[in-house]
C-alpha cells in the first residue's frame, strides 16, 4: 500500500517548481556534504534557492502525510508485533549491550512512534543497588519551537513528566532541585543514538516531523564530539516497515543529518562504514 502511494505522490510532486534532490550516491557523500556546510559555515539558503528549498518542503510535507496514513493504517497486532520484534534484536545486540551511555527517544503512541518502553527499562536500574549495572540514559526535552532540544538525563521513568502536548519529557531538575545533567555539558561521549522518525531508507536517509529539532541536535553534538576529540556515536533509527522508503524517495538538504543504521522487525541495516564495523 505504502508504494502505491508513494508512487502516486511522485507523480503529483513532479509539477512542483524545480525536481526534488537527486539521491545521494553514497552514505560518504551525503556525510561529507554534511560536514562542509557545518565547517564552512554556509547558509542552506546560499546553496540552495528559496524555489528549490520550497519544493523540497513541499514534497516532504506530501510524503509526511502519505506515511502518516500508512502508520495509520498498520493493525495494533502488527504494531505490536514490530515493536516486540524491534526492541528485540536491539536488547540482544551486541552493540547495545556494549554501551554504556546513550541518548534515546520516549516512544508516544500518539505519534505512532516504534515502542521503546523495554529498552529505556533495560538502561535503567531494575532496584536499588543495580546502579552499576545501568547505562546513563538521556532523553529529549523540547525547550521551544525554535528547533532547540535538549538532552537531559534520568535515572527512573518517575523523572519524567507530560508537556503541553501530552508527551513524557524529563522534568528539568531532579527531586533534590538540582539541574539535571546536559548530555551536551557533559565529561564523556554517549555510543549510542536512538532516533524516531516519519521515513527512512536504505542509503541513510531520514525524514522527521518537520521540526528540525532532532536534525539541529545532532549537528551540534557532531561538532562538540569533534571539538573534543571523541568518537562519533552511532546514530540508529527505528522504523515500521511501512516507513523505509526506496531509494531516492525521500528529499534532503544540507541540514539533514544521515543515520548510521535502521532497525526493523527485519533486523538491523547496517548503512555507514562505522555501523558495517560495529553492528
Not at 538525563?153 to 507530560?162: H, P, R, S, W
Amino acid at each position: 500500500m505504502i508504494k502505491n502511494a508513494v508512487a502516486s505522490l511522485m507523480v503529483r510532486l513532479h509539477h512542483l517548481p524545480l525536481p526534488r534532490a537527486a539521491p545521494a550516491s553514497t552514505y560518504h557523500h551525503h556525510a561529507r556534504r554534511l560536514q562542509l556546510s557545518a565547517s564552512t559555515s554556509v547558509r542552506p539558503a546560499a546553496a540552495m534557492s528559496t524555489t528549490a528549498e520550497q519544493a523540497v518542503a513541499d514534497q516532504k510535507r506530501a510524503l509526511r502525510t502519505e506515511v502518516r496514513k500508512a502508520l495509520k493504517a498498520l493493525s495494533p497486532d502488527q504494531r505490536a508485533s514490530e515493536d516486540l520484534a524491534i526492541q528485540t534484536t536491539i536488547l540482544d545486540s551486541s552493540w547495545f549491550k556494549a554501551s554504556k551511555r546513550l541518548c534515546a527517544y520516549i516512544s508516544c503512541k500518539q505519534l505512532r512512534e516504534v515502542d521503546t518502553t523495554k529498552i529505556l527499562a533495560e538502561c535503567l536500574p531494575s532496584s536499588p543497588g543495580q546502579e552499576d549495572l545501568a547505562k546513563d540514559l538521556y532523553v529529549p526535552r523540547v525547550e521551544d519551537k525554535n528547533r532547540n532540544m535538549r538532552m537531559l538525563k534520568i535515572t527512573t521513568m518517575d523523572d519524567l513528566v507530560k508537556n503541553s502536548m501530552n508527551i513524557l519529557e524529563p522534568s528539568p531538575v531532579d527531586a533534590s532541585g538540582d539541574d539535571r545533567e546536559d548530555v551536551l555539558s557533559a565529561s564523556s561521549p554517549v555510543d549510542l543514538f536512538l532516533l524516531p522518525g516519519q521515513a527512512f531508507d536504505r542509503t541513510g536517509r531520514r525524514l522527521g516531523r518537520g521540526g528540525g529539532y532532532y536534525d539541529t541536535f545532532l549537528l551540534k553534538y557532531q561538532e562538540l564530539a569533534k571539538e573534543k576529540g571523541w568518537n562519533r556515536p552511532l546514530l540508529v533509527a527505528l522504523s515500521y516497515s511501512v516507513q523505509i522508503m526506496e531509494e531516492g524517495i525521500i528529499p534532503i538538504n544540507s541540514t539533514d543529518v544521515p543515520i548510521d543504521a535502521l532497525i526493523s522487525s527485519s533486523g538491523v541495516i547496517p548503512i555507514s562504514p562505522a555501523a558495517l564495523e560495529r553492528m
